[in-house]
């Protein structure tokens, strides 16, 4: 993948707005401001390019857009680390 570290963030945004249960949505973000959608917009469009081919299918055990089970526990982990998984 050929995506910079900023470029693997707006991605995991639009895979995050896609991919969490509205409650833990609600506790992850609690006061703090929604991200506009030019951001899940721009998101959308690098995850088409780079991220679709593996994470719509879950080909090689990749984490499925959508998954509520999988995302926000990858993600409350670390985000440098799913950065790091990435590359």
Same mark, same amino acid.
């Given at each position: 993948?050929?995506?910079?570290?900023?470029?693997?963030?707006?991605?995991?945004?639009?895979?995050?707005?896609?991919?969490?249960?509205?409650?833990?949505?609600?506790?992850?973000?609690?006061?703090?401001?929604?991200?506009?959608?030019?951001?899940?917009?721009?998101?959308?469009?690098?995850?088409?390019?780079?991220?679709?081919?593996?994470?719509?299918?879950?080909?090689?055990?990749?984490?499925? /857009?959508?998954?509520?089970?999988?995302?926000?526990? /990858?993600?409350?982990?670390?985000?440098?680390?799913?950065?790091?998984?990435? /590359?």
């Amino acid at each position: 993948v050929d995506c910079t570290d900023n470029q693997i963030r707006m991605a995991v945004d639009y895979i995050m707005a896609n991919s969490r249960d509205p409650i833990i949505l609600q506790r992850i973000e609690g006061e703090k401001a929604v991200k506009p959608d030019t951001s899940l917009a721009h998101g959308e469009r690098i995850y088409q390019k780079h991220c679709a081919s593996c994470h719509d299918s879950g080909l090689a055990g990749a984490p499925k /857009l959508g998954d509520t089970s999988v995302w926000p526990k /990858l993600v409350e982990k670390n985000i440098d680390v799913v950065i790091k998984n990435t /590359l």
